[in-house]
C-alpha cells in the first residue's frame, strides 16, 4: 500500500483520478457459476442438417456459425469443432457437442449436426434430437443419392414436413449438372410426399463460405438459407400449460456437482427447485432439478422445445439410463404391455417387400428408448401384409414410460417395419408371465411356428406370382 501512494503521489493529477476511479470501482459481478445467463428474447426452433454422407453436412454447420458470427449471433465452430468434438464433456452441464446454437434476426435456433450416419439415424428415430424443421444437404456433383433418400423417408416418418434445400458444391459443377440435381430432387421429394414443386432449394458452395471465396455463390447463398429457413419452416407450437416431461438422451456425472441429464423438453416447464420424477426400466425414482443450462448457459427456467441440461439432487448416474423420462411425479408411468394401432410401411415407403409375421421380434424406438417388443396380432391373424394397417398388442422386454397416444417406429435391420401409435396401456406383467414370455418357446413350439412360417411365406409367394 505504501509503495502504491508513493506511486501516486509521482503521477499527474489526470492520471491519479483515472487510477483511483479504476480502483474504486469493484469488477461486475459473474453470472452465476461463471456461466452467462440465457436470455429468452427470440422464438426458439429446433433444425438440423440432413443427407447423404461427405454433401457437406457438417461444412454447412460451421459455415452458418462463422457467417453469424460476424454479426455477433453465434459463436464459430470450426469443422473440426463440430466434427471431431467429444460426445462427452467433463465441465459444467452439457449438451450433445454437435449441437451448437445460432440466432437470426427472427429466431434462435438449436442446431443438430450428426457427421455419423449410423449415429444419425437412431436419433431421427428415437427423436433424441426431434427437429422442427431441416436443412436438406445436396451435393450438386452428385445429386440425389441413397441416404438422401434415406433421411427424407425418416423425417416424414417422424412427422418433419418443413424442409429447405441447399443444393452444395456448386463450385465444382458446371450450370447443366446443378439444374440436373435439382430437378431430380424435387422430384424425389413429390415422389415421397413432400411439396417438391415449392421446396426452397438454394445453389451454394458451403466451403465458399467458409473460406471467405466467391461472396455470390458464398457467404451470400448462407443469409439466402437462413432467410428461407426463417420464413419456411414456421414456429412450433409449444405445450407450455402441460405437465412437464424431458425424455433422457445422455447421463453425465459432473465431479462436485452431480448428475446431470440431457434431453429435448418435450412439453411443460421446470426451472430449479422443480419436483420430478425418472420413469422407466420398471422403476420410479423421486428427485429434484437443482440447475437448469441450455447451450452452457444458466437458464431461469426451461421450455417445451428447449434441449437442455438438468441437474438432479440424491440420483446417482447409475439411476438413470438413456430411454426413461423426467416428469412431473405421478403423471406418467411404465408398462410392458400395451395395445397400438401399426401401419406396416410398402416397400415403396421405405418399408419391407414381403409380410411381418404374429410374435415376431424386433426394436421399438420411441422418444428415447430403443427396446426389443413382441408383436402379437388381433382377431388371430397371422400376417401382416405391406401397406396394411392393423390392431395388435405390443410386449416389452422392459418395462418403459409409456402413455396413451405414444408414437414409435419399428426397425427390420436398416429399414423402418412399420410406425404406430398406442392406444391402451396395461398393467405390468406378473412375475411368472413375465419369466415365461422372456424364455420364450419350447423347441417344440418354436419348429411348429417355423413350418407355419413356412406355409404362410408360399401362400403369399403363390399370390405375388398370379398378380
Request: aromatic share 6%; hydrophobic share 35%.
Amino acid at each position: 500500500m505504501l509503495v502504491l501512494c508513493k506511486y501516486l503521489l509521482r503521477q499527474p493529477v489526470s492520471s491519479k483520478l483515472s487510477l483511483i476511479r479504476c480502483l474504486a470501482t469493484p469488477p461486475p459481478p459473474p453470472p452465476p457459476g461463471g456461466k452467462q445467463v440465457y436470455k429468452r428474447d427470440k422464438p426458439h426452433c429446433n433444425v438440423g442438417t440432413i443427407g447423404h454422407v461427405d454433401h457437406g453436412k457438417t461444412t454447412l454447420t460451421a459455415a452458418i456459425t462463422k457467417i453469424l458470427a460476424e454479426k455477433k449471433m453465434a459463436k464459430y465452430k470450426t469443422y473440426d469443432d463440430i466434427d471431431n468434438a467429444p460426445e462427452e464433456r467433463k465441465r459444467g452441464i452439457t449438451i450433445n457437442s454437435a449441437h451448437v446454437e445460432y440466432a437470426t434476426d427472427k429466431r434462435h435456433y438449436g442446431h443438430t449436426d450428426c457427421p455419423g450416419h449410423a449415429d444419425y439415424i437412431k436419433n431421427m428415430i428415437t427423436g433424441a434430437q426431434q427437429m422442427d424443421g431441416a436443412i436438406l444437404v445436396v451435393a450438386a456433383t452428385d445429386g440425389p443419392m441413397p441416404q438422401t433418400r434415406e433421411h427424407l423417408i425418416l423425417a416424414k416418418q417422424i412427422g418433419i414436413n418443413s424442409i429447405v434445400v441447399y443444393l452444395n458444391k456448386v463450385d465444382t459443377a458446371d450450370k447443366e449438372m446443378v439444374e440436373l440435381a435439382e430437378l431430380e430432387l424435387r422430384e424425389l421429394m413429390t415422389e415421397l410426399g413432400f411439396d417438391g414443386d415449392n421446396v426452397p432449394v438454394i445453389p451454394g458452395s458451403a466451403l465458399c463460405a467458409l473460406e471467405g471465396q466467391q461472396d455470390e455463390i458464398g457467404r451470400d447463398t448462407i443469409k439466402k438459407l437462413l432467410d428461407m429457413v426463417d420464413e419456411h419452416i414456421p414456429n412450433p407450437v409449444r405445450e407450455l400449460d402441460k405437465p412437464f416431461m424431458l425424455p433422457i438422451e445422455h447421463v453425465y456425472s459432473i465431479p462436485g456437482r452431480g448428475t446431470v441429464v440431457t434431453g429435448k423438453l418435450e412439453r411443460g416447464t421446470i426451472k430449479k427447485g422443480t419436483e420430478g420424477e425418472l420413469v422407466g426400466y420398471g422403476k420410479t425414482t423421486k428427485t429434484v432439478i437443482t440447475g437448469i443450462e441450455m447451450f452452457h448457459k444458466t437458464l431461469e427456467e426451461a421450455q417445451a422445445g428447449d434441449s437442455v441440461g438438468a441437474l438432479l439432487r440424491g440420483v446417482k448416474k447409475d439411476d438413470v439410463r438413456r430411454g426413461m423420462c423426467l416428469t412431473k411425479p405421478g403423471t406418467m408411468t411404465f408398462h410392458d404391455v400395451v395395445e397400438a394401432q401399426v401401419y406396416c410401411l410398402r416397400k415403396d415407403e421405405g418399408g419391407r417387400s414381403r409380410p411381418v409375421m404374429t410374435t415376431t421380434q424386433c426394436p421399438m424406438f420411441s422418444k428415447t428408448f430403443d427396446c426389443p417388443v413382441q408383436l402379437n396380432f388381433s382377431n388371430n391373424k397371422e400376417m401382416m401384409m405391406p401397406g396394411e394397417d392393423l390392431h395388435m398388442t405390443i410386449k416389452f422386454h422392459y418395462p418403459m414410460a409409456l402413455e396413451q397416444g405414444q408414437r414409435f417406429t419399428l426397425r427390420d435391420g436398416k429399414i423402418t417395419m412399420g410406425t404406430g401409435v398406442v392406444t391402451k396401456l396395461f398393467p405390468p406383467m406378473e412375475h411368472t408371465e413375465r419369466e415365461k414370455f422372456l424364455k420364450g418357446r419350447t423347441r417344440k413350439e418354436k419348429e411348429a411356428w417355423k413350418q407355419r412360417v413356412a406355409e404362410l411365406e408360399a401362400e403369399f409367394d403363390n399370390k405375388q406370382q398370379m398378380a
